[in-house]
């Protein structure tokens, strides 16, 4: 399986932890190896319309997939490895 770094258009949600009470929306599915919001937004400056961030994740193909059919829309997404390389 092929390791894709992808840029995703999501939303903030609600949270107890870090980033001031909010974290991005796709941080909830399973499979990303990691993510790092790149907006350069601080998630307590967040309108509430739109809500809206850029998060670049690192995850398998299959799990790239599956965050752009829950709705995230993708800016870009690139293979870095395949699993012989990662």
Same mark, same amino acid.
């Not at 995703?8 to 107890?16: G, I, K």
């Not at 709705?71 to 390389?85: K, N, P, Q």
């Given at each position: 399986?092929?390791? !894709?770094?992808?840029?995703?258009?999501?939303?903030? $949600?609600?949270?107890?932890e $870090? @980033?001031? %009470?909010?974290?991005?929306?796709?941080?909830? #599915?399973? %499979?990303?190896? /990691?993510?790092? $919001? #790149? /907006? %350069? $937004?601080?998630?307590?400056? !967040?309108?509430?319309?739109? @809500?809206?961030? !850029?998060?670049?994740?690192?995850? *398998?193909? /299959? !799990?790239?997939?599956? +965050?752009?059919?829950a %709705?995230?829309?993708? +800016?870009?997404? *690139?293979?870095?490895?395949?699993?012989?390389?990662?």
């Open positions: 399986m092929a390791l !894709v770094t992808a840029r995703f258009l999501t939303h903030w $949600q609600p949270t107890d $870090q @980033n001031d %009470g909010q974290e991005p929306a796709i941080c909830d #599915i399973d %499979g990303i190896r /990691s993510w790092t $919001q #790149i /907006s %350069g $937004q601080p998630a307590r400056n !967040v309108p509430t319309d739109p @809500n809206a961030t !850029v998060v670049e994740v690192t995850a *398998e193909a /299959s !799990v790239i997939d599956a +965050i752009e059919k %709705g995230h829309a993708l +800016i870009h997404a *690139e293979e870095i490895a395949t699993d012989a390389e990662a």
